[in-house]
């Protein structure tokens, strides 16, 4: 039982990750004039993330008991694996194509809320990153108008400032420039450190309630055994407990 809601809870994790990615490239790409390579790049990955999603959509369909409900249920699943780009750009409607790639981003969006608020809440990491992502745009903007690049190189570099790759092909020369550098490194290893953190403690809680829940069921079943002496106090009891544990669920 607790490897299957392990592989649930990686399951989650990778479906709300693939989402947030593909949102990502989807937002990039609409907001900056991208050179082709990127862009090519870009729709291989989004592809790939595509075809996982509709795997997974149509695997759980075929394994589903009531295809009705499960189609209901699962809408905004259904809308992020249609294939806009390969629908309308042989057609040339771009605007059509722009709007409908953010409904996919807003698809996507929902996906990830969908799949991640369990563990996002965790150790309260959501503010972690709310604050990662003001400090990603807030360096983005600063490295624009204090090194006076522009807004792809700016947001390039605060990727990987924040990431903490460092390619060094572009670095500050400014004094504003280096402390949005530095801050952005600390925030960067913060955000790391947090989400290992974050990991651990998401697991480590999931098995102590399982613990707790498989011992309280045994000791209910320890006193099922002698039915006969239970009193209706007891059953009580028995029912209310059992009824609370369905809650936490």
Known sequence: M?????????????????????SIMII????????????????????????????????RLYMSENKKKFFKENIIDLISIIPFNAIFQGFRLLRALKFLKLLRVFSLLLRFRKYFPKFIKTNNFHYVIYITIFVFLVGTLGMHFTEKLSYENALWWSFVTLTNIGYGNISPSTTPGRILAGILMLVGIGFLSMLTGTISTFFITKQTKTSYKNEVIENIKSKLDDFDKLTDEDLNDIYKILKSLKNKD
Do not use: G, R
Request: aromatic share 14%.
């Open 28 to 59: 990039i790409e609409l907001s900056f004039d991208l050179p082709h390579k990127i862009i090519y790049i870009f729709n291989i990955a989004d592809n790939i993330i595509l075809i996982i999603f509709a795997i997974d959509y149509f695997v």
């Open 2 to 22: 607790n490897i299957i809601k392990h592989k649930k809870i990686i399951y989650n994790l990778i479906s709300s990750l693939l989402a947030l990615i593909a």
